[in-house]
């Protein structure tokens, strides 16, 4: 059960794109299309984002997007604004009933 | 108001146990798999344990099997975490989550509503 590889930080001015990585192996991201993001904002509760790679909660910004290719998950957010500064955080069935998440991204908004 | 509120965290002694208990309020309990996942202080998240939504499944990270036991009792729309033999690296934030309805297991859609989390510490 090893944790999912997310990068530390990730940032990016208001109005432009940035995409998080999340990277895991063959037998999690690669195999199975049950990915799923949070946003964590500080001293909050994790807020559910994406589920099953690309879907979006209902309530969930248009601005958030989900993709995978092989063993990586990414989360995109176009259009950032300032209130999508929070850390970030992939998860993944991992077979075997187990779940992963990855060690989280903090999205800053310069 | 749909909610889940965590409750029994505090400071206990290496070795001691500790019993949390999550509160659901504003939706069917009984329908739903439930988490916990927790926080070191200034760490990721990690998932511990899932039980499913009658209670006949539960499945454990191998960081917490045969210390933590996940349990509900639906009559009272409450989910539990005992943990046994607790270590100074248990030291976290504890907080209970829900899987959609529809993830009867609660292993594939991830946690759709989450707790502020209970504050537990380890320490002699």
């Known amino acids: 059960q090893s944790a999912l590889t997310q990068p530390p930080s990730a940032s990016g001015s208001p109005g432009q794109s940035v995409t998080i990585s999340c990277t895991g192996t063959?037998?999690?991201?690669?195999?199975?299309?049950?990915v799923s993001w949070y946003q964590q904002h500080p001293g909050k509760a994790p807020k559910y984002m994406i589920y099953e790679v690309s879907k979006r909660p209902s309530g969930v910004p248009d601005r958030f997007s989900g993709s995978k290719s092989g063993n990586t998950a990414s989360l995109t957010v176009s259009g950032l604004q300032a209130e999508d500064e929070a850390d970030y955080y992939c998860?993944?069935?991992?077979?075997?009933?187990?779940?992963?998440f990855g060690g989280g991204t903090k999205l800053i908004v310069l | 108001q749909v909610q889940l509120v965590e409750s029994g965290g505090g400071v206990v002694q290496p070795g001691r146990s500790l019993r949390l208990s999550c509160a659901a309020s504003?939706?069917?309990?009984?329908?739903?798999?439930m988490h916990w996942v927790r926080q070191a202080p200034g760490k990721g998240l990690e998932w511990l344990a899932v039980i499913s939504y009658d209670g006949s499944r539960t499945h454990y990270a191998d960081s917490v099997k045969g210390r933590f036991t996940i349990s509900r009792d639906s009559s009272k729309n409450t989910l539990y975490l005992q943990m046994n033999s607790l270590r100074p690296e248990d030291t976290a934030v504890y907080h209970c989550?829900?899987?959609?309805?529809?993830?009867?297991?609660?292993?594939?859609?991830?946690?759709?509503?989450w707790g502020q989390g209970t504050t537990v510490t380890v320490s002699s």
């Open positions: 063959s037998s999690d991201v690669g195999t199975y299309n049950y």
């Open positions: 504003g939706f069917t309990f009984s329908s739903y798999a």
């Open positions: 998860s993944s069935f991992a077979g075997s009933n187990n779940v992963v």
């Open positions: 989550a829900r899987a959609p309805r529809g993830d009867s297991s609660g292993y594939y859609l991830g946690m759709d509503l």
